[in-house]
């Protein structure tokens, strides 16, 4: 995660050997280094202990903006810096509609999301460690390089899965922390998504399963959005499905129209195999209509719809997969805000803040004290 790094400025503004080459050489050295901030550039100073001269090797922390971060920058670490205006109007639509979507994420005792992460990072010095955390709380925009990584999945045969792999590599931590499979809403996984810090992702893992119909047969059957990526080995995205009719138009020509339910809602389905279903009882329920046995289907991804809707919000139906849906209710969603008193939600947000604060205060005194790298159990 050489972030400091990659906005170094290019060799071509110099004279001299690529600034980035030197810097790291140096940092390999061992030698001892310092950091000098000014207020334009933000300088690295290479100390040499045999020489009584140094090198500066100048480095733009941001091409746009070298500058110290400004005081709005300053308060925006503490706010969502992912989604700075979330929930919108239009996402607060979107997670109703989410809440009865089931999904399965793998939790520990706690009932605290598992995430992954990698298990070797490059070998940097404390100074660059440090240059990181400070481009990572005042300029980050983007993640790059190696992060960690929730997963939910749509099948819970998917998460258990993964909740087996887990054991396999982890036994001794899995026991301890008791970890399993927790069945949620979508809209949790749509909250994490939308409001994650830096560097740690929520990813939704699709219905292998379905993906592997998709792949299978359904794309050639089968009409496919507009906006949808894909081709014969990948999908990308979770698949939905949306009915497609092709009606008579006043010219008596065939013009495409969209399926409703009796709400006047645009349905959306997680598997063709609930879609032709809910088409068996509509035909059903209007004989009279001359539609034919098995409808015309549409496949889009979730994700892509939801951005879709974030942006301009049309009233969908999302119907949740059958099978698990009955399994949903099973469960208590413990990030449902209701099931909390105003006090207990206050004093569990009051003991996150002081669990990161101690985090950040241990990482920081370790760096200041000790020549050894910070990890997970000493850095924030």
């Known amino acids: 995660m050489n972030s400091s790094l990659q906005h170094a400025m290019n060799s071509n503004h110099y004279n001299e050997v690529d600034p980035t080459t030197v810097l790291v050489n140096k940092l390999a050295s061992g030698q001892d280094l310092f950091v000098r901030i000014q207020t334009e550039t933000d300088n690295v100073i290479v100390k040499h202990s045999e020489k009584s001269s140094t090198n500066s090797l100048r480095i733009n922390v941001n091409v746009e903006n070298p500058q110290l971060p400004k005081l709005r920058r300053i308060f925006e670490v503490f706010s969502n810096r992912r989604s700075s205006k979330f929930p919108t109007q239009e996402q607060k639509f979107v997670i109703e509609k989410l809440k009865s979507i089931p999904v399965h994420v793998v939790v520990n005792g706690n009932n605290e999301v598992v995430m992954a992460s990698p ?21 980050w925009s983007r993640d790059e390089g190696p992060i960690t990584v929730a997963l939910f999945f749509m099948h819970l045969e998917d998460a258990e899965s993964y909740l087996h792999e887990i ?22 996984f749509y909250r994490f998504n939308r409001t994650s810090p830096p560097k740690i992702q929520c990813r939704l893992v699709a219905d292998l399963n379905e993906i592997d119909n998709v792949l299978g047969s359904q794309l050639r059957i089968c009409s496919v959005h507009p906006k949808q990526r894909y081709s014969t080995e990948w999908f990308q995205g979770s698949p939905v499905y949306m009915f497609k009719l092709n009606l008579p138009n006043k010219n008596g020509k065939l013009s495409e129209c969209n399926f409703y339910n009796n709400s006047r809602k645009k349905m959306v389905f997680f598997s063709k195999k609930d879609a032709l279903k809910a088409w068996s009882v509509y035909i059903s329920r209007h004989s009279q209509a001359d539609f034919g046995k098995r409808p015309h ?15 301009h919000f049309t009233d969908v139906h999302l119907v949740p997969p059958y099978n698990p849906y009955r399994n949903l209710t099973k469960d208590i969603d413990f990030a449902d805000s209701n099931q909390y008193t105003l006090l207990e939600k206050h004093l569990h947000r009051a003991k996150l803040t002081i669990m990161n604060f101690k985090r950040f205060y241990k990482g920081l005194t370790w760096l200041l004290t000790s020549d050894t790298l910070p990890n997970e159990d000493n850095s924030w």
Do not use: A
């Open 119 to 139: 298990r070797k990072s490059f070998t940097v010095g404390s100074l660059q460690w440090l240059c990181n955390k400070y481009n990572e709380l005042f300029f």
């Open 297 to 311: 289907l549409e496949i889009y991804n979730l994700e892509g719809l939801l951005h879709d809707l974030e942006c």
């Open 167 to 188: 054991c396999r590599k982890e036994p001794r931590e899995s026991e301890t922390l008791g970890l399993k499979v927790f069945t949620t809403g979508l809209d949790l």
